[in-house]
């Protein structure tokens, strides 16, 4: 569940404003809705970046929505359509993709594919408190340069250390020049171990040396950067198949890999996740940068194409602002204002 509903909403407002603005103003003395106003509404949920087949399913709803209520149509009505459809895309969310498994970059331990199994069977968000952990959990974080990869880094690293926990954090982005450094400053900020063998270094060697580190200094959680470009896909998959390896042969077990994707590149994001999750094993997304764009509607693009879970997303620039990705609370977030400040100014929007 959200920690903060209130930031959501606020963080919303430019895509709540593109979609609910935008209804009102397709409803505005209308009582009943025709073919060509279906068709409207298609097109300003797509422009949000919905996607194609989020918006012509949640058209289709309304669609029968109208038929059960003689044609009468309120903006009411049909936002609680479009909620309802958007809640049930996210919760529903399955791979649509080809599973990959690190087995595929080759020299596979016997145990392998059980481990990943185990671990695709447990949930990717940080435990509650409590939780005993059964050995340092090794989390690959993968993305393109831009996307706020290493900022998010920092953000669940600090989530998991106010939960109790150790975090000790790899710079295995060795190939950017100033990924290092970047990492560097966060876990000084944060106050969390690092570990680095600096730019050009063997990114394997700096994941070797990471979990000895954390074996030796008692951290649960080491969280991997990664190097943030996109070569072709062998080439990906050499690379960050050659780092899984190590963890396999140092913990017994896959690491969990989460994709951050940048709200504002809309379906270039869709594009990027697309091509990481046929490429290497992707268990969920971080999408970051959803406070500043009017495209948020990727969130449900992603889950509807890709079947991708999006756990966590990023809603402002502080270390504390990530927050664990409800569906339920985006899609009420999603068509509801945020105070009276915003309904003061949204003239025309509920």
Excluded: C
Aim: charged residues 25%; glycine residues 10%.
């Amino acid at each position: 569940m959200f920690g903060a509903i209130d930031r959501l909403r606020q963080g919303l407002r430019k895509t709540r404003d593109s979609i609910v603005g935008r209804l009102g103003e397709l409803f505005a003395g209308k009582v009943r809705l025709d073919a060509a106003t279906l068709d409207e509404i298609e097109a300003l949920l797509i422009s949000a970046d919905l996607g194609v087949k989020a918006s012509t399913r949640i058209v289709q709803s309304i669609e029968k929505r109208l038929k059960e209520t003689g044609g009468e149509a309120s903006l009411e009505g049909v936002t609680q359509v479009i909620r309802a459809d958007i809640a049930a895309i996210l919760r529903e969310a399955k791979p649509r993709v080809k599973v990959r498994s690190w087995d595929e970059a080759g020299e596979a331990p016997a145990r392998g594919r059980k481990a990943r199994a185990a671990q695709a069977a447990a949930p990717a968000a940080p435990p509650a408190d409590g939780a005993a952990p059964t050995g340092p959990r090794v989390i690959f974080v993968v993305g393109v340069n831009g996307t706020g990869k290493t900022t998010s880094i920092a953000k669940l690293a600090y989530a998991y250390q106010q939960q109790g926990h150790r975090v000790l954090l790899a710079a295995g982005d060795t190939f950017r020049a100033a990924a290092v450094e970047q990492l560097r400053i966060w876990a000084d900020r944060i106050g969390v171990d690092f570990v680095t063998q600096g730019q050009g270094a063997d990114a394997a060697a700096v994941v070797h040396d990471a979990l000895s580190a954390a074996e030796a200094r008692g951290h649960d959680i080491v969280i991997v950067d990664t190097a943030g470009r996109l070569h072709t896909k062998t080439n990906l998959m050499d690379e960050l198949g050659k780092v899984a390896r190590v963890i396999r042969r140092k913990s017994g077990r896959d690491p969990e890999t989460l994709l951050v994707v940048d709200a504002n590149t809309g379906q270039n994001g869709l594009q990027q996740a697309k091509i990481f999750a046929e490429t290497v094993p992707v268990d969920g997304l971080i999408l970051t940068k959803l406070d500043g764009t009017a495209k948020g509607g990727i969130v449900v693009a992603i889950a509807e194409t890709l079947g991708l879970p999006v756990l966590y997303v990023g809603l402002g620039e502080k270390v504390g602002d990530l927050e664990v990705f409800d569906p339920e609370t985006f899609a009420e977030a999603l068509f509801t204002l945020s105070g009276p400040e915003e309904a003061a100014d949204g003239a025309g929007r509920p």
